[in-house]
């Protein structure tokens, strides 16, 4: 069936560095990949998605890589901060009935 | 002015008794959903209607029983409550199918 893979599922960087997520996907039909964060006791939020007929989609500090050739995904971050310290999720439509199909999560830890 | 409320925030009950959570959306969403969310983390899509229709329903124990009166909310009734029920359930919306899907605060269940 339809799967979504997230790679690694703990990261742990210096405060400054960068980090990368990675999702793979299954599905050659998919078109929509959000990214949530989620922090310790919230909720899920989303933080940045990409549709796809782009390759590249940036936000200040966060940005999403699609490569629809590979069927893969990545989320970046630089310049970590205390505050990135969260799980963070991908996602990628399916196509039966539409829905999201998610990734297991990556929980980020930023050390001081 | 909250997009995606729930209530209760915390429920503890026993074994084998019923509860039933509320969801509410002020967003003019069209289509709502229930997760699951261990404490593994993994969040596990239950059921999601579209315009007052189920259009996902996951396997899932027939004890949990969605009920959506009208689009702006979406009910979670639990029967026979067992320990493995023990979680945080988060009701979410979307405008459309494929889109930024809002949690609500979560509903951490802990069954006795």
């Known amino acids: 069936g339809e799967n979504v893979e997230q790679h690694p599922s703990t990261l742990s960087v210096q405060e400054g560095d960068s980090a990368v997520i990675k999702c793979t996907y299954s599905d050659s039909a998919s078109n929509y990949f959000p990214w949530y964060k989620q922090e310790l006791g919230k909720r899920p939020q989303l933080i940045i998605d990409?549709?796809?007929n782009v390759g590249e989609k940036k936000d200040q500090r966060i940005a999403v890589t699609l490569n629809k050739t590979a069927k893969h995904f990545s989320l970046h971050i630089t310049e970590t901060q205390p505050e990135d310290s969260a799980v963070y999720f991908c996602?990628?439509?399916?196509?039966?009935?539409?829905?999201?199909?998610w990734g297991a999560g990556t929980k980020l830890i930023i050390k001081p | 002015d909250t997009a995606v409320s729930q209530t209760p925030k915390y429920l503890v009950t026993q074994m084998g008794n019923d509860k039933s959570i509320k969801c509410e959306q002020n967003?003019?969403?069209?289509?709502m959903y229930w997760y699951k969310q261990d404490s593994k983390k993994f969040l596990k899509i239950m059921f999601s209607y579209n315009n007052k229709e189920l259009i996902i329903n996951e396997t899932v124990p027939n004890r949990f029983s969605p009920k959506s009166p009208d689009k702006a909310h979406l009910n979670l009734h639990i029967n026979s409550l067992e320990l493995g029920d023990s979680a945080v359930y988060f009701c979410?919306?979307?405008?459309?199918?494929?889109?930024?899907?809002?949690f609500g605060p979560g509903t951490r269940l802990t069954v006795l």
């Open positions: 996602a990628a439509s399916g196509n039966s009935n539409y829905q999201l199909i």
């Open positions: 990409i549709r796809s």
């Open positions: 979410a919306s979307s405008q459309g199918r494929v889109n930024t899907q809002y």
């Open positions: 967003l003019g969403h069209d289509t």
